[in-house]
């Protein structure tokens, strides 16, 4: 752990120059007394490092040196593509990995280069999460992604609505989508979707299996997103609503139920209204889902779901009359 982080305090001093103490002991999550300990160890080995004092000293290296210590593990290679989502490389316990990586590939650039590479870095953050999203816990992340990497086999305990199952699986592959983890596995011959915060437990096996050749992580996804997609769509109505109310379906319908309703639509009438079919999971859902359009929607079929919109209309009705 020691070697590692004083490879990661000579990148640091080699890329930024002249650094304060403190400064290095917040970017190593460190104390002041351990940099200077360091700095002594490394002043040791041979590095020419030095302390300057006053209010604009530091701690820097001597002009013109540079480490060769700039190649990557390939653990940092890894992690070099989670560079965008560095809160992705922690999940996958990959965090320091990355910094370090991060400061070998600046280390090996030239200084307007590095530069502006630093800009970039300083002016664009990706924040992947949608708004009001509360990270789900997911203590189980880290083992599974070590799995995932050595392609070893994983006993796991996963959490159904109803009760756990056990559950041997091959990991394939780890999305993260819209903040939650997804591990993609083997189950017998089955590759299914396994949402991480609902695994209570994961244990590596000592069994290692090998990937099928023809597994396109990202491919597969696709197809299985527009799979459950289509699933969750059980039930349907006909409906009137105004052309111009069409847009507003995307406010209250799943993408895919929208791009059903659009491939549905009639041409308007001739006072602008059309007829598509809307899908949703439950008739409860749909009612709420087309409450939203207002006047500008009207259920045609089924006869049941119109009158249970039109008592909910009546309601509201009364309520505003008071």
Not at 16 to 38: C, I, K
Request: hydrophobic share 45%; proline share 5%; glycine share 6%.
């Amino acid at each position: 752990m020691r070697a590692s982080r004083l490879v990661q305090l000579l990148l640091l001093l080699q890329t930024r120059g002249r650094v304060t103490a403190p400064e290095l002991a917040a970017a190593l999550e460190v104390s002041v007394r351990t940099v200077y300990r360091d700095v002594e160890a490394l002043s040791e080995a041979g590095v020419p490092v030095y302390s300057e004092p006053g209010r604009l000293g530091g701690i820097r290296l001597v002009d013109g040196y540079r480490t060769r210590l700039t190649g990557l593990t390939s653990e940092e290679a890894d992690a070099v593509l989670l560079a965008g989502l560095p809160g992705a490389a922690a999940d996958l316990g990959l965090g320091t990995v990355l910094a370090t990586a991060q400061l070998k590939v600046l280390a090996a650039l030239p200084p307007e280069l590095r530069g502006r590479a630093t800009r970039v870095a300083e002016r664009v953050h990706i924040d992947v999460p949608g708004w009001f999203h509360r990270p789900e816990e997911t203590p189980t992340l880290a083992t599974i992604a070590d799995a995932l990497w050595h392609d070893r086999r994983l006993q796991v305990t996963y959490g159904r609505k109803d009760r756990e199952v056990e559950r041997l699986l091959d990991p394939l592959g780890l999305v993260l989508k819209a903040g939650t983890w997804y591990l993609v596995a083997r189950h017998r011959h089955d590759i299914r979707s396994y949402r991480v915060g609902r695994i209570t437990v994961a244990e590596q096996t000592d069994e290692y299996f090998t990937r099928p050749e023809d597994f396109d992580l990202a491919a597969h996804w696709a197809e299985a997103q527009e799979g459950f997609a289509q699933s969750m769509l059980r039930v349907r109505a006909r409906c009137r609503v105004r052309a111009d109310h069409i847009r507003l379906l995307r406010l209250s319908f799943e993408p895919a139920a929208v791009t059903a309703a659009l491939a549905s639509m009639s041409e308007p009438d001739a006072d602008d209204w059309v007829e598509v079919e809307l899908a949703s999971e439950s008739y409860p859902v749909l009612v709420h889902s087309i409450l939203p359009l207002g006047a500008g929607a009207e259920i045609l079929d089924p006869p049941e779901l119109r009158a249970q919109l039109a008592a909910i209309a009546a309601g509201m009705a009364d309520n505003y009359r008071q």
